[in-house]
């Protein structure tokens, strides 16, 4: 705890921050990235896609959907729709990670009822699709940087994963999008609802990788643990890249370690993260861009030089 002799709400604060062992400083900004994040992706869901009349993937599309279907607002409908999946979130992974995404979802059906309620911000269903699909992928951004999610889709994902650890992650979500899209096509009753769905999705898949990844192609990783094994085999698993073992020493305790070398896509590095976290959250993680790479998976050294 700092000493402090400003005043007696100073002192109090310290006390309360020193207890709990919390940053205030850190998760009032936390919040407050959370809460801006929100705002953007209730906008472009309610005032981009919804206003168009067509439903892309994940349970924002779901509830545009079934908001044709029954006389509740599509915020409520979010929320509502989403109780079920905080309580199995909950049951599954634990509190730590559902308050923060639990304040994220009561402010996104908020703003997303007080953004429908002031009408389109464009009639055209291509702008629509296009600025809503970025708006969506920069609030969904924000969130996952802030170590919490939108809700819904993202949830479900996690509990598929963990019963079936051998199916990969952009697998699940494509054919979870793919349902969606194709109740949202037959509700609305055309063609056109359902090519516009796919080009939200993919505006908003192209955005996100952009914030949470840049532009790089691959990343390397040198990972330093003492459960190197789990992570290795998680990596295996659920990434299903190839991973080399080296050998290194601990010049403090000189203690022999196995260092993990590997490299992913971009896509998958949010994924890792999460391995490493939940494995070994003392883990040392260097992370570097790798503008090219040979092998197999990736590029072919002898078809590039011809």
């Given at each position: 705890?700092?000493?402090?002799?400003?005043?007696?709400?100073?002192?109090?604060?310290?006390?309360?921050?020193?207890?709990?062992?919390?940053?205030?400083?850190?998760?009032?900004?936390?919040?407050?990235?959370?809460?801006?994040?929100?705002?953007?992706?209730?906008?472009?869901?309610?005032?981009?896609?919804?206003?168009?009349?067509?439903?892309?993937?994940?349970?924002?599309?779901?509830?545009?959907?079934?908001?044709?279907?029954?006389?509740?607002?599509?915020?409520?409908?979010?929320?509502?729709?989403?109780?079920?999946?905080?309580?199995?979130?909950?049951?599954?992974?634990?509190?730590?990670?559902?308050?923060?995404?639990?304040?994220?979802?009561?402010?996104?059906?908020?703003?997303?009822?007080?953004?429908?309620?002031?009408?389109?911000?464009?009639?055209?269903?291509?702008l629509g699709a296009v600025f809503g699909?970025?708006?969506?992928?920069?609030?969904?951004?924000?969130?996952?940087?802030?170590?919490?999610?939108?809700?819904?889709?993202?949830?479900?994902?996690?509990?598929?994963?963990?019963?079936?650890?051998?199916?990969?992650?952009?697998?699940?979500?494509?054919?979870?999008?793919?349902?969606?899209?194709?109740?949202?096509?037959?509700?609305?009753?055309?063609?056109?609802?359902?090519?516009?769905?796919?080009?939200?999705?993919?505006?908003?898949?192209?955005?996100?990788?952009?914030?949470?990844?840049?532009?790089?192609?691959?990343?390397?990783?040198?990972?330093?643990?003492?459960?190197?094994?789990?992570?290795?085999?998680?990596?295996?698993?659920?990434?299903?890249?190839?991973?080399?073992?080296?050998?290194?020493?601990?010049?403090?305790?000189?203690?022999?370690?196995?260092?993990?070398?590997?490299?992913?896509?971009?896509?998958?590095?949010?994924?890792?993260?999460?391995?490493?976290?939940?494995?070994?959250?003392?883990?040392?993680?260097?992370?570097?861009?790798?503008?090219?790479?040979?092998?197999?998976?990736?590029?072919?050294?002898?078809?590039?030089?011809?």
């Amino acid at each position: 705890m700092k000493r402090t002799t400003y005043n007696r709400y100073v002192v109090c604060f310290e006390i309360r921050e020193s207890k709990w062992g919390v940053d205030m400083k850190k998760l009032v900004w936390k919040y407050l990235w959370l809460t801006v994040a929100s705002i953007i992706y209730s906008c472009g869901v309610s005032s981009f896609i919804d206003a168009n009349n067509f439903a892309p993937g994940g349970v924002s599309g779901l509830c545009i959907s079934l908001n044709r279907l029954i006389p509740l607002e599509i915020g409520t409908l979010f929320f509502l729709l989403n109780i079920p999946i905080l309580i199995l979130g909950f049951w599954k992974f634990g509190g730590k990670f559902i308050a923060s995404t639990l304040y994220e979802i009561v402010l996104i059906s908020g703003f997303s009822n007080w953004f429908a309620a002031r009408g389109a911000a464009t009639t055209d269903p291509i702008l629509g699709a296009v600025f809503g699909g970025a708006l969506i992928a920069v609030g969904m951004g924000i969130a996952f940087k802030c170590r919490a999610t939108t809700g819904g889709m993202d949830i479900i994902v996690k509990v598929i994963k963990l019963k079936f650890p051998y199916l990969k992650t952009g697998t699940i979500f494509l054919l979870a999008d793919a349902i969606v899209i194709g109740f949202g096509g037959i509700v609305f009753g055309n063609l056109n609802a359902i090519l516009y769905s796919v080009l939200a999705e993919v505006v908003t898949s192209k955005v996100l990788d952009l914030i949470l990844y840049g532009t790089d192609g691959a990343k390397l990783l040198y990972i330093i643990s003492d459960h190197s094994e789990r992570i290795a085999e998680r990596i295996l698993i659920e990434i299903d890249s190839g991973v080399t073992y080296l050998e290194g020493k601990g010049a403090y305790q000189n203690t022999d370690k196995k260092v993990i070398l590997c490299v992913i896509r971009k896509q998958n590095m949010q994924k890792m993260e999460d391995i490493v976290r939940m494995e070994d959250e003392n883990a040392f993680m260097i992370v570097s861009s790798a503008s090219e790479i040979y092998g197999e998976g990736y590029k072919s050294y002898f078809m590039e030089k011809l």
